[in-house]
């Protein structure tokens, strides 16, 4: 059973910056990619960005300019570089991937916290 494990949220200011970091307990991403999810309070889980097994990223447009998703292949690990962080982007946010049977897996969450 795959585990994903993040980390690296907290609390920070309006302009400020945060690392999340996202460690599977075998080899997935660098196979089938990985994914950010983030949900707000009392809303759906939306989709943050994306990298391809072959390194390709996308982002929502919400975040376009200022986050990173990036992967480090020898740690399992997928990162996700926020900057210049607005109110509007605290949320609870999730670590995904898929395996080659399509299974799912989530992370636990982390909760980033922005404040004006």
């Known amino acids: 059973q795959l585990q994903l494990v993040e980390s690296g949220g907290g609390l920070v200011q309006a302009g400020g910056s945060l690392r999340l970091s996202c460690t599977a307990s075998?080899?997935?991403?660098?196979?089938?990619?990985a994914r950010w999810y983030r949900q707000a309070p009392g809303k759906q889980r939306d989709l943050v960005a994306i990298i391809t097994p072959g390194g390709g990223t996308n982002y929502a447009d919400s975040v376009k300019g200022r986050f990173t998703i990036s992967r480090d292949n020898a740690k399992n690990t997928v990162y996700l570089q926020m900057t210049n962080l607005q109110p509007e982007d605290t949320a609870v946010y999730y670590c995904?991937?898929?395996?080659?049977?399509?299974?799912?897996?989530w992370g636990q969450g982390t909760q980033v916290t922005v404040s004006s």
């Open positions: 995904n991937a898929q395996d080659i049977g399509l299974n799912m897996y």
């Open positions: 075998r080899i997935i991403f660098s196979l089938n990619g």
